[in-house]
Every structure is written in C-alpha cells, then in structure tokens.
C-alpha cells in the first residue's frame, strides 16, 4: 500500500506497552487517521508523559489501530517507548525522511527514485550531477525506453541516441585497419574485420545503417617508400563489391608500374574509413 502523509491529524490512545494501539478519537482542531486511508503507512509521533517516538506505522481500519512498524527516533534511544496512561498520536514528517534545499540550493537528498521523478513547469535550465563525496561510481543510468522526441511528457530516447530523429549527417563508424597483420587497430561501431582475399575484406557493424546510401571514406597506406600511392575503396568500375545496412566490402590495391590498378589487389598496413550518414 501507499505511503500517505496528511494535515492536521491527531488522536488520543490509551494503549499502554510497546505494541500497536488503538486510536480513540480525534484531538478537537484535528483530524482522525481515517484519512491515511485502510492498509497505508504514515509517519507519526507518540507523546506518552515525557517519552516520545517517530517512526513510520500502517493504519487499519478495522480496531482503528496504528502499528508502530518502524522507529525512526525515539527519547527511548532509538526503540520503541513504553506507553502509559492517555498518549497522543499525530502524523509528522519526519527530519530523517525529509526533502529541503540548503542556504545555497543544493537538495539535501543522497537518493532520488528516478523512476517517479518529475521535473516540470520551466521552459529551459540545467539538471548538474555533482560527484559524491566519498568514493564510488558516478553514474546516470537511464533505461531504455520508447519515444525519440523531448516534448511536454514525453519519454527520453534511448541513452546510445539510436532513438533520435533528423538529426544532420555524422560520423557513424570508423576502423583503422591493417590486412597485413589481419588487426583492427582501433573503431568505433564496427564488431569486426573480414578478411575475404588480398586486398579484399569486409567491415562489419555493431549497429547497423538505415539504409545503403551511407558514405564511406578511405585512406591507405603501405608504410613503404618505394611502393607509391595507396589505394583502398569500393569498385565503381566492376561494381562486385557487397554494400549492405550491416557490412561493407573493399578493395586494396597500391599504384605502381607494375601494380596499378583494383585488379591487382594488395594487402595493406594501412585502411583508415569513415562512415557517415
């Protein structure tokens, strides 16, 4: 059940010991805790003599009853106090449970349930997450939901922004590659290198493109001076060359006399290519 805070509510008991109590009526100018409503939890208070105790308890209906399930504080260090004679019961909200800003606006709160968090009523501002003050992880963790625009009650994208939409044209992929020694050096977006022949292999993505009319630019390079420029692209001329949404294939060659063109393929130190859509 919920947990439910109210004004203004305050009865009487004469329950005596450590238990549950019985509720015996409203304090005039207050309410009764009828209002928490049968099976929810409040905070409250208990003033018995000159003991007291907060903590959070469940109203039931049925008895009028207040059990005192957690002890927050107490004149009792700590434990429950033993009632006595008539004692006053009365919702509060509790130092330990409470949520305030400081002088300097910063909440005092270490935890916040982002699950029913909502900001709301500006038009624009800046949420900062500051590090902790004692060791451990800094982390925001969004979960992946539906939605791929920010409006009035919208959900958030997906965290790897593969949600959004009309954004302009960015790098999507890139790999350094050396065939030579089959390495893939360093990428981004790319799982793997195949490498079909010499001077022939295949880029494939983690994820993949909307569609095949993505761009892909290339460098090369044999790291040898007396081999002469360096070629690595996709074949205009045969056109025998797979392009799909998840992969891409090319070809290597390096431009010599002896060696010039797509049909003498070349295994090369150097394959640098970007992909952009």
Do not use: H
């Amino acid at each position: 059940m919920a947990l439910v805070v109210k004004d203004r509510v305050q009865e009487v008991t004469t329950t005596t010991g450590t238990g549950t109590v019985t509720l015996a009526g409203a304090v005039t100018g207050f309410q009764d805790f009828s209002v928490i409503g049968d099976g929810n939890t409040t905070y409250y208070a208990i003033i018995s003599g000159s003991d007291w105790e907060v903590g959070i308890g469940t109203y039931t209906a049925s008895g009028t009853t207040l059990s005192r399930d957690t002890i927050l504080e107490s004149s009792n260090a700590g434990s429950a106090i033993t009632l006595s004679g008539t004692s006053n019961v009365f919702c509060t909200y509790p130092a330990e449970k409470a949520i305030y800003t400081d002088a300097s606006d910063v909440l005092n709160t270490t935890e916040i349930n982002l699950s029913t968090l909502k900001i709301d009523g500006a038009t624009s501002g800046t949420i900062t997450l500051q590090a902790p003050a004692v060791a451990g992880t800094n982390t925001l963790t969004i979960p992946a939901v539906t939605g791929n625009v920010l409006t009035d009650g919208a959900a958030l994208p997906a965290i790897d922004g593969s949600a959004l939409t009309n954004l302009p044209k960015e790098i999507k992929a890139w790999v350094n590659y050396n065939q030579v020694g089959d390495t893939v050096n360093s990428s981004y977006n790319v799982s793997s290198v195949t490498d079909n022949s010499t001077g022939n292999f295949t880029v494939n993505f983690t994820s993949s493109f909307s569609d095949t009319n993505y761009l892909a630019l290339s460098g090369a390079g044999y790291v040898n001076n007396n081999r002469g420029g360096s070629f690595t692209g996709q074949d205009g001329v045969n056109n025998d060359l797979t392009k799909t949404t998840s992969a891409c294939q090319f070809k290597s060659c390096i431009a010599s006399s002896a060696n010039s063109n797509a049909n003498n393929p070349y295994d090369l130190y150097i394959n640098n290519i970007i992909f952009m859509e």
